[in-house]
């Protein structure tokens, strides 16, 4: 037995797992570690600016030879020119976040190229399934790092958009499992994408102190910071609190700069876990090893297929 | 295409799918609805006392032949007496919640009864694991009424509790469809929970208005107010905002009880949905009508059995 959805055979990929583009994570190495593994890796070009992006892309052409996506931020003013560096490397999948889907698809399907965009809610996956996207990647309040401020789990969300969207639907927020990987398909996913699971893999950049955090985070480990302006999902410790206390409507992402960059510079000294800037999304407490992104893949196809088989038996 | 899980056959029910037992709403007139449609159907003794609780059961053995639950909140002090009812109607299976698993577990199942406990973390899991009982309700933060101070996602709660425990488990918590119910077997569940569908059922005791409510939600339209004291996920709306200016920590749920009574006492009145106490969990965003409740069951069972038709096509 093997689970394979339509979306593997239109992005030329083997297992429906997707790695999220994050932020200072998400970058050649722990890219190409998932397509390589059979997955889809994911490049964000916000960590980098473009001429880190090209770089990187130089990398990945070393690295692999199996597809891979590109992360842009729709916001970003740099977005046209990360665009020219598209054709240039042969990029045939990108996932836009953060800003209006209507922007730029028109203009990366003429390229054609594929666009798969991140939504957390019917109302934003209408908007983006009518801008004409490919895919469309509902992410719940259960992910890890910046999270919508109207909060819906996957649970909610996933049925939601599955049932209005005549495009693949790739679920988000939470997943770290093969039983979470066949739950997904069976709400109507073509895949799933997950962030802090690989932030856990062999190849991830982060320290290695916040891949142990991970493997030591219970189910109830994280929660939502900063709510009333910048609603950010990390582990509950003391830089959590302490970032959370300057929380403040009508401030933004940029306010929290420098806290942010403290509570990251506290990481490598941080051996009891309790000052360090830990994004996560809830599936951490599912995460016990760190292990090559390639394992975590198959790892969780063989979980899902063996969930697909007790499944069966209450046919 | 039948979908039967061993659940069934030990409670002897139709369908996976289960009424919660709802304060002030799951009584006899919506318990039976729900068992007489093939699921099973959950008193709410904590409603009625242990007087009303006897007129509840005698209603109940007039109304249905089929398997129904008992709720036991084993915190109040009504338990022993709660007890003392259950063999005069010959009641097979309880549903304990809201106290310690180890109090009561062993006398119930010295009475036969098949006991099923809520929990809503992987540690209150495995207590209740501990203490005996015979199938765990893993109940997660996108559930409607009060949620647990630690707030877990069903999405990460029920892969992590259906590896740990080795009795089954029921999912409950955002589950309103026949995507969701496969989405839990998928993950490992046997069965889900749900309240909020029900509570939109036409058999419920609930106000029309509040049922109204739930139709017309979207995916964002509810959030956990008291987050420092007692938390409680309902509907945002104007009485949300004004319990939620109450919130300090300290306080109990006794400490809410009148401003909730003022919520209670608006529905009728309410005709724009603003000033209304309206519990309600994250799947009310995929409610779209009010039906009986056999109909809800036989439905959600269809649905499931299409999902899965369509997951085997991924084999």
């Known amino acids: ?72 931020p729709l916001f970003h003013p740099m977005v046209p020119n990360l665009l020219d560096l598209l054709p240039e490397f042969g990029v045939r999948i990108v996932t836009t976040s953060a800003g209006n889907p209507a922007k730029y698809t028109e203009q990366l399907k003429s390229m054609g190229i594929y666009v798969m965009h991140v939504v957390s809610s019917v109302k934003t996956a209408l908007k983006a399934f009518d801008a004409g996207v490919d895919a469309i990647i509902a992410e719940g309040s259960d992910s890890g790092g910046k999270v919508a401020k109207d909060e819906v789990p996957i649970i909610s969300l996933l049925p939601a958009v599955t049932e209005r969207v005549d495009v693949p639907v790739i679920a988000a927020g939470g997943f770290a499992t093969g039983r979470g990987l066949l739950g997904a398909l069976a709400m109507g996913a073509q895949g799933i994408q997950m962030g802090t699971r690989f932030l856990a893999a062999d190849e991830s950049r982060a320290h290695e102190n ?19 302006s910048s609603p950010t999902r990390l582990i509950k410790n003391q830089f959590f609190a302490e970032m959370d206390a300057l929380d403040e409507p009508g401030k933004g992402p940029m306010d929290y700069m420098s806290v942010q960059k403290k509570g990251n510079e506290s990481i490598p000294d941080d051996v009891d876990g309790s000052r360090g800037n830990y994004i996560a999304g809830t599936g951490s407490g599912l995460i016990t090893n760190i292990k090559p992104a390639g394992d975590i893949v198959r790892e969780i196809l063989q979980e899902a297929e063996q969930s697909m088989a007790q499944l069966q038996s209450y046919l």
């Open 1 to 72: 037995m093997t689970i394979k959805t339509p979306l593997c055979e239109t992005l030329g990929i083997e297992y429906p797992i997707i790695l999220g583009g994050m932020m200072g994570i998400s970058d050649a190495n722990l890219t190409s570690a998932v397509s390589n593994g059979g997955g889809l890796g994911t490049l964000s070009s916000a960590t980098f600016g473009v001429d880190g992006t090209r770089e990187q892309l130089q990398l990945l052409s070393e690295q692999t030879n199996r597809p891979y996506s590109v992360n842009l």
């Open 210 to 228: 916040w891949k142990q955090v991970l493997v030591n985070a219970g189910d109830s480990a994280t929660a939502i910071a900063l709510k009333n």
